[in-house]
Structure formats: C-alpha cells, structure tokens
C-alpha cells in the first residue's frame, strides 16, 4: 500500500518539512567549517536530534568526536555539558548530590547541587572509560528524562539529547558498556579515519591561530517545534511491516531468522529496535525533503540502529563475522525479495 504523502501531512507541515530541509543545510554547512569531512556521521547525529534520541560514536582517539559534539552545540542556543568519563567518575558526579550549606542566619541545611546531566546537550566523553555502576547513572535520564537523587526525582529541561563518545573496547582501560545501556542509544555511529585530502585541510584549519566561530541557527523551542513535525511524518503500513520484519530476522530463536544467521547470533534486537527504525525513517525522510518514510529510509538507518542491538557468537568470531556485516547481508536479501 502506498501513501499520498500530500493528504496526509497538513498543508503547514509540507512547509515545515521544506523549511527543515534549508535549516539542516545550513547546519551542516555551520559544522563544515570546523569539522573536515564526516558528513554521514553528521547527518546521522542530525537524526538522532531531530528524532529525539541519543547517539553513541564509536571510533579510536584523535578522530574529532568531541570536537564534533561541541560544535554541534554551539550551533545550537541551548545548555550544554561535557563529562569525563574515568575509572574513578562517581554517580553523583553525573546526576549531582546535597550538600550542606551555611545560610546567612547561620543555619546548616542541605541543598541540592545538580550535576552535569542537567543540561539539554550532555556529551558523555570516553563513556566506557567508567565502570558499570557509573555507567548505569545514565540510563534513567536517558529514557525517563528525569533522574533520582537521595530519593527525589527531578525532571530534566527538554530536549534533552546525549551525545556519547567510545573508545574501541579492545583498548586497555576501557569497560564494556552493558546491553541495557547499549539499548538506550538510537544510532552507534561510527567514525572513520578522513580520506588523505580530507586531512591536509584538518591539518590547515587546525593548526592555525583559532577554529572559526559558528552561527547560532536553532534554539530549544525551535528543536522541540522539529522534533515534534518529525513524529507527524507518515509512515505507510508496508513500511511498518518492513522494519518488523528485519527485526525478527535478527533473532536467532524466532521462525523468521535464515539459516545462515542462527549460529552466527547469540541475542537479536528487541522492539525498541523496531522503533528506532521507523523514527529514524521519519527523520531521514524529513531531512531530505519526502512527505511519507520510504523502504530506503528504513535500510538507510538499519546499520546504525541495529549493530550494536545484534550480539554475535563466538562461531561468529572465529569467522571474522561482526554484527554490522550480518545486519548488511540481512539488507541485501530483504531488498531482493
């Protein structure tokens, strides 16, 4: 079944969509003259903002992840933070804690001090440098959007978006970070090394006298404004059972799985990954000017989606066969069918 896109969004929203494409042009263009290269790994963090998710990228040290963050940020009016993630990084560190204070009638009472994660840009820098009970501080902001300091839940200011950076767990010093939190992520994104051309001009822009200052282009109403035209965009239903599918064929138990996937798979994705799809299929969809998600939106957004939500086996191992290659060989047959 196919959708008339047209009759389906509201005459305002086709403009919003046409408007939001200028808008995300014009961002990229801002990161661009401060970040050589990398436009996927841009325009992937650009869905997971206007999606409303949290991305984690991936990639060895000097690759201009936090350099990316940053200026993401400052393109944006909105409160931004940067944690530090080390082996000695406490939860209260994160989520903030009471302290006792002196008052100027000179009463002792505890006041509460919030901590870096109250902010609508988190970057969490090196997150699998902490341990897992550190770790674990991220996930009830992450899906809640709120935290719970000494029995109090306090609410954070949306949006509310975390941007977390990884080094590869091969590295020494660095903690696995635990399904549970892997899950809480849309997108792993991961972050190549630039092309040789692409380095000489980082290498010209980097180690002259300053980075250019970039234009401030949305602010926090108007990413919510977005975030919210991004959930209107229609979704046919041949989509939706699209997106399911691929998902059940990540599961090695269930009946959809092929042959070949089984004893490659120790864990498939579970439905958050199936509605990760269809946001990320709105967003892509919306960023490149489309009225209704598209079967390529979905499997543009599969990889980042599902490889890190697929656990592989050690047969999988020997055979030199990573997540992100079995979630590749499940596109090329899907699109054959």
């Given at each position: ?6 009759q ?21 263009a801002?990161?661009g003259k401060a ?9 992937e963090?650009?869905m997971?903002l206007?999606?409303?998710g ?5 990639g ?12 993401l940020s400052?393109?944006l ?5 940067r ?17 006792l ?10 006041e509460?001090?919030?901590g ?7 970057l969490?820098d090196?997150?699998?440098?902490a341990?897992?009970?550190t770790q674990a501080?991220?996930l009830?902001?992450?899906?809640e959007?709120?935290?719970?300091v000494?029995g ?5 200011d ?10 590869p767990?091969?590295?020494?010093g660095?903690y ?13 994104i991961?972050?190549?090394?630039p092309?040789?051309?692409e380095e000489v001009?980082?290498?010209r822009?980097t ?14 109403p ?9 959930r209107?965009?229609?979704v046919?239903?041949?989509?939706y059972?699209y997106?399911?599918?691929?998902v ?15 004893p490659?798979v120790?864990?498939?994705a579970?439905?958050?990954a ?10 892509r969809a ?7 998600v598209?079967?390529?939106d979905?499997q543009s ?7 890190h939500r697929v656990l ?5 191992e ?11 060989r499940?596109l090329?047959?899907?699109?054959q069918?």
């Open positions: 079944m196919t959708v008339d896109s047209h389906e969004l509201a005459a305002s929203d086709v403009e919003a969509i046409d408007q939001l494409r200028v808008t995300l042009d014009q961002l990229r801002e990161l970040v050589i290269g990398q436009a996927e790994v841009i325009d963090l650009l997971c206007v999606a409303r949290h991305a984690l990228l991936m060895v040290p000097g690759l201009a992840k936090t350099l990316l963050v940053s200026k400052e393109c009016s909105l409160d931004f933070s944690i530090q993630f080390t082996p000695d990084l406490m939860p209260m560190d994160i989520t903030g804690t009471d302290i204070q002196e008052t100027p009638g000179g009463e002792r009472r505890f509460f001090v919030s870096p994660i109250f902010a609508n840009i988190v969490a090196e997150i699998n440098r341990p897992a009970k501080a991220m009830e902001a992450m899906q959007h709120r935290v719970t000494l109090r839940t306090l609410t954070l949306a949006p509310f978006f975390v941007l977390a950076t990884q080094n767990v091969e590295q020494e660095t696995p970070l635990p399904e549970a939190q892997l899950d809480r992520f849309m997108f792993l991961d972050v190549d090394y092309s040789e051309e001009q980082i290498a822009l180690t002259g006298s300053a980075l250019p200052t970039l234009a401030k282009l949305l602010d926090g108007s990413v919510l404004q977005i975030q919210e035209l991004v209107r965009v229609p046919p239903d041949h989509v059972d997106a399911v599918r691929l059940r064929q990540t599961r090695p138990d269930g009946g959809s799985a092929p042959d070949w996937l089984k490659l120790a864990w498939g579970g439905p958050r199936v509605q990760y799809l269809i946001l990320g299929g709105k967003a919306a960023m490149s000017g489309a009225y209704a598209r079967i390529e979905i957004v599969a990889p980042p989606v599902l490889k592989t086996t050690f047969a999988a020997a055979e030199g066969m990573t997540s992100g290659a079995i979630v590749t499940l090329a047959e899907s699109s069918v």
